[in-house]
């Protein structure tokens, strides 16, 4: 559960600012194995370099549930936020909480109020998204982390009204990629390695989204979980941004997958490969995005990762002067 809260602490500086309170509900866990359970994610934000498109994380605690926050707790988690004992005594259980920078809505929300079919999202606000999405996922690349949960859920936006235009037409001035719990770090060539058993069983935390993972990872873990032998995998995760910043502005822009069904339509059981060719990727109407654009994410989603843009190519055709990124939105 994510809460909207507020520092009471007499004295605080910023009495009036609010912050995302993130409660991980990992009960029934000492408090080290509770930092472990959810480690990933905090310690990712902590080593990683602010960027204006990463949400910023503030601090990490384990704490009691107290009847302050008791309340306001969905009913399974306040059912189970008291442990009461064979001698009939109860105490609070404790669970993590991580503080993180406040930040509007999500563009999922945003897109599904503002923009539900048969509306067509405005070019401009596709550019933006595109452009400060790609800069987030381009600091990742750089920093080699792969987020691999990527999807409209995970992306936070600010917005603002323009009073400028006649329509009064709502524009997204920021947005920011959360929730990295499903991240993993790469080495100098972008590539990560997990084990599958001689069974198919993957050793090891798999990606959050597999409808935004590129073809070649799933092949290489599909193809070693048929192998029937224990193995070490490496996945190379070096067009892995650009396929998944291909595949989120095709459901921006069409609001469906550029290739239906992805991954399991185009999965061979027999070999665990995937296979598909240009015929299979949507196509994008002109009133949607204009053609450059429409076949530029086209390239991007590409099943043959040589035929892929560079993210900065894919950013660019979208964001040519840079004009659209957070600094230069006022």
């Known amino acids: 559960m994510v809460a909207l809260v507020a520092c009471t602490t007499p004295g605080f500086l910023w009495p009036d600012k609010q912050y995302a309170l993130k409660v991980c509900f990992n009960f029934e866990l000492d408090t080290n194995q509770a930092r472990n359970a959810y480690i990933n994610e905090f310690i990712e934000l902590v080593k990683l370099p602010s960027h204006p498109n990463i949400i910023r994380f503030l601090c990490e605690f384990v704490d009691e549930i107290h009847n302050n926050i008791r309340a306001h707790l969905p009913t399974f988690a306040r059912e189970n936020a008291i442990k009461t004992h064979r001698d009939g005594t109860q105490t609070n259980r404790k669970t993590q909480f991580f503080v993180l920078e406040h930040v509007e809505m999500s563009l999922s929300r945003l897109l599904a109020s503002r923009f539900a079919a048969p509306s067509i999202v405005p070019r401009r606000m596709v550019a933006t998204i595109m452009s400060q999405v790609g800069s987030g996922l381009r600091h990742l690349d750089r920093?080699?982390?792969?987020?691999?949960?990527?999807?409209?859920?995970?992306?936070?936006?600010?917005?603002?009204?323009?009073?400028?235009?006649?329509?009064?037409e709502i524009e997204i001035t920021r947005c920011v990629l959360i929730d990295f719990g499903t991240s993993c770090r790469l080495n100098e060539r972008m590539r990560a390695t997990t084990f599958v058993s001689d069974t198919g069983v993957i050793l090891g935390a798999h990606w959050g989204n597999a409808s935004h993972i590129a073809p070649e990872l799933h092949t290489a873990l599909g193809s070693a979980q048929r192998a029937e032998q224990r193995q070490e995998v490496e996945l190379d995760y070096s067009r892995q941004s650009v396929f998944e910043l291909g595949a989120l502005g095709f459901e921006i822009v069409n609001g469906c997958h550029p290739v239906s069904e992805y991954p399991f339509s185009v999965t061979s059981r027999a070999t665990g490969r995937i296979e598909y060719g240009d015929d299979d990727i949507a196509q994008i109407s002109a009133d949607r995005l204009g053609s450059e654009q429409a076949s530029m994410l086209r390239r991007a989603v590409s099943c043959d990762a040589s035929r892929r843009p560079s993210l900065d190519e894919l950013i660019r055709c979208f964001d040519e002067t840079g004009e659209l990124g957070v600094d230069n939105i006022v």
Request: proline share 0%; charged share 25%; net charge positive.
């Open 143 to 168: 920093h080699r982390l792969a987020h691999r949960d990527l999807k409209t859920n995970n992306i936070m936006v600010e917005t603002r009204i323009n009073d400028s235009s006649t329509t009064h």
